[in-house]
């Protein structure tokens, strides 16, 4: 069964800090991974999205890295702030159909 | 706005009703999804459609039933729903792999 894992579950760092959020896979065949960002009751919003070929993907303080042959990724965020907190997902396409499977998310709340 | 939209926000409906929730994209793209969002449990992918066409049925009960009239609109019908029937329904679309997921924000279902 193709699975994704988050950890951690939660993670609460104070305001500043350089910070990484894993994501782990079962299958290495992937097309692409996307990591979301979704705040209490809303959708998802899209950050990065990382195809097979690709290594990593950068918007502004954000990096998230792909490393198909390990089964992971990593969302580093750079210079933590308040407004970064929120449910991090990671989900990726295992198949041609582009249906993306979902981690459980990381909760990170940033303290003033 | 992200460009797809969905209503209503919110819905509370008793387990005897019929209900039908809506998602519209004017994004141009070619696949729809809804995926449920229960409380502590990753999304789950609850059916595909490309082209109009029904993709993928993830095992849903037949009391959600799904329409896509065109490209652009995707419809949940609901009913005789259960209380664990309770969650976040986000539709969302995409275009294809190279440009990954788009959502909606959501709608907050409520079963009595």
């Known amino acids: 069964k193709q699975e994704v894992t988050q950890i951690p579950a939660a993670l609460s760092v104070p305001e500043g800090e350089n910070l990484v959020l894993n994501c782990s896979f079962t299958?290495?065949?992937?097309?692409?991974l996307q990591w979301f960002r979704q705040d209490p009751g809303k959708g998802l919003t899209s950050l990065l999205l990382i195809q097979s070929s690709q290594r990593e993907q950068t918007s502004g303080r954000l990096n998230a890295s792909l490393d198909k042959s390990s089964g992971r990724s990593t969302l580093y965020i750079a210079a933590s702030q308040p407004g970064d907190s929120a449910t991090y997902l990671c989900?990726?396409?295992?198949?041609?159909?582009?249906?993306?499977?979902f981690g459980g998310g990381t909760r990170l709340m940033v303290k003033p | 706005e992200t460009g797809v939209t969905q209503t209503p926000r919110h819905l509370v409906m008793g387990m005897t009703n019929k209900k039908s929730l809506k998602c519209e994209q004017h994004?141009?793209?070619?696949?729809m999804y809804w995926y449920k969002q229960s409380a502590k449990k990753p999304l789950e992918l609850m059916f595909v459609y490309s082209l109009e066409e029904r993709v993928e049925n993830n095992s849903v009960p037949s009391r959600f039933s799904p329409e896509c009239p065109n490209s652009s609109h995707l419809f949940l019908h609901l009913h005789t729903l259960q209380p664990e029937d309770s969650a976040l329904y986000l539709c969302?679309?995409?275009?294809?792999?190279?440009?990954?997921?788009?959502f909606g924000s959501g709608t907050r279902l409520t079963v009595v």
């Open positions: 994004l141009g793209h070619n696949a």
């Open positions: 989900a990726v396409s295992f198949n041609a159909g582009n249906m993306l499977t």
């Open positions: 299958d290495s065949a992937i097309y692409n």
């Open positions: 969302a679309s995409s275009q294809d792999r190279a440009h990954g997921y788009t």
